[in-house]
């Protein structure tokens, strides 16, 4: 155990060495919001001081959806549900003449729109639903490795926020268990947080459907079933936090007023806690909404934010870039 | 990057250097069963080999309640949860007239088990909401610290398997990535399942109820309401396995039938895979039973690990010790 130790304070040593070089968020500007972030973390992982934190306690939670990557004009995940609708409506004749499939084969997403969440949460479920688990991990993968976004014309997981793909690896580097806590299906998410964001699988917290165990062709199964188990946004977000996790983050990240008491219940931590939000405030190089937007409405933790001196992003001045460089091949 | 590698290296090899030295299971007679795990671990382990599993999909699941500790003469949560009737009586008058918790405050454990499952659920879901989930951590841990166990007269968290701990360890050291999936409360297990196994909250999953996002003196709080969310038994654990961890483990040890699926569900993962079964044989030193038990009876499990050639252990000829060394202050 004693090698153990020694190799431990070797490694803890090269990786401060490796720190104290390089800048580790080189795509956010300098100012303030960087500071506040660099400062937090250099104050938790200081051995000794007043706000040191141990290793095992330093979690952190981010949501996805416009805090990790785009979420406009729609949310990722119903674009999925609706070209879904697309591919599967040759098995479901009946879609032809029955909402919110009728509208979505038509191409009236305006008609989708006017059905409001009703309508949304039918389409999730219709496609979210009555297959395994595998093969729907198959098919978001496919469709993830080849749908793009209308208005930047690449893959959706090109479409990640440079800036928090760097604060991500940051905290890792600085000791921290990194968690997507957010409203989108759990399982979409895991279909690609893996690789885009280097979190595993059993670190996002997400909404679920019920699975169910069974057998086919001899073989151990879990089928999706059409029944909500958890929804994971708003007060949902402490609850599936409570869940899933069992203790407090320290340090929290989200964009809307979905995040709100997930920013709250950090607060609330026994530690020197972080809570921040992104604002979109850059229409030319990304999007600019707030308080009116369907999409992401960010009004009241706004507003909370300001009062209780959250860290803000101001997109358009605190990056420098937006999106990670062009991979070759993605577009 | 290269000093983190560099760094990565030398502890892999100091690990590595500690483990060829000593027996990683010394508490394991030897013989087929300590032979069948340490094979296992070599051949998974083996970089370039045909079974090699790379680090990141190393996930170990092992059910809780006579896997990792006692669960004889009846599951140490029950056990809680009756002294929680009584301490919690004077607050609740109607119970003095009303069962199961009049038979409970009657001393009358026959007629509490006569109820059967009924009566379990009401005493467990009485017992365990209503309060914040701070506040029943606080009472789980105070009553793990007291409560002794009927026939050793022990604390509980002193009654866990010495060798089951040291596979824990063994697979850690591995590069596994170790979970309880148990039919016990998530939250109770949360308790002590860091300082007693090593394995953190957010990776103990369990039964659990549902809870409530509030403000209580204006602070953030979750409360535990009265109702289930999700059961982690039989089928349960496969399902919760995907829920929470949303990937197949390799490495899966119960001791009931309520293990069987998660048994099932882990050999169908795609790599080499292990399941183990502890088998209670040992009536001098611990209990033995299987078939006929009402607590933790293994039958159809037993049949099938027989069947398949997964591995059973003979608590009685395969541990040379079942529980850790008396700890001073302990007793």
């Given at each position: 155990m004693r090698r153990l130790a020694l190799a431990s304070a070797l490694l803890a040593l090269f990786t401060l060495g490796a720190e104290a070089g390089a800048d580790p968020l080189p795509s956010w500007n300098d100012g303030p919001t960087k500071q506040a972030i660099i400062d937090y973390v250099t104050r938790i992982a200081k051995e000794g001081g007043p706000d040191y934190v141990a290793p095992k306690d330093r979690l952190a939670t981010f949501d996805n959806d416009g805090t990790l990557w785009v979420e406009q004009p729609m949310y990722t995940q119903f674009v999925f549900a609706v070209d879904e609708v697309k591919t599967q409506a040759n098995q479901h004749p009946e879609w032809k003449t029955k909402d919110p499939f009728?509208?979505?084969?038509?191409?009236?997403m305006k008609a989708v729109a006017a059905m409001g969440e009703k309508g949304m949460v039918e389409i999730v479920a219709?496609?979210?639903?009555?297959?395994?688990?595998?093969d729907f991990d198959q098919t978001v993968r496919q469709w993830l490795a080849?749908?793009?976004?209308?208005?930047?014309?690449?893959?959706?997981?090109d479409l990640v926020y440079q800036p928090m793909i760097?604060?991500?690896?940051?905290?890792?580097?600085?000791?921290?268990?990194?968690f997507?806590?957010?409203?989108?299906?759990?399982?979409?998410?895991?279909?690609?947080?893996?690789?885009?964001y280097g979190i595993p699988p059993e670190q996002v917290i997400g909404s679920s459907g019920v699975t169910q165990y069974g057998t086919w062709d001899e073989k151990p199964v879990l089928i999706k079933v059409p029944k909500v188990l958890f929804v994971d946004d708003g007060p949902g977000k402490p609850e599936g936090i409570?869940?899933?996790?069992?203790?407090?983050?320290?340090?929290?990240?989200?964009?809307s007023d979905g995040d709100k008491e997930m920013l709250e219940?950090?607060?609330?931590?026994?530690?020197l806690c972080f809570m921040g939000l992104v604002h979109h405030t850059d229409a030319a190089r990304e999007y600019a909404y707030d308080r009116n937007s369907d999409v992401g409405k960010l009004d009241k933790a706004l507003d909370e934010a300001l009062t209780k001196g959250w860290t803000v992003v101001d997109m358009k001045n605190d990056w420098k870039t937006i999106f990670p460089p062009a991979k070759s091949g993605s577009k």
């Open positions: 009728k509208s979505v084969l038509a191409g009236d219709a496609t979210h639903s009555g297959m395994t688990t595998a080849t749908a793009k976004h209308p208005r930047f014309k690449v893959l959706y997981t760097e604060l991500l690896d940051y905290l890792r580097a600085n000791g921290f268990k990194t997507i806590v957010s409203g989108g299906g759990v399982e979409f998410m895991r279909g690609f947080a893996d690789k885009t409570e869940h899933f996790i069992g203790r407090q983050p320290i340090f929290a990240f989200g964009n219940w950090t607060a609330a931590c026994e530690h």
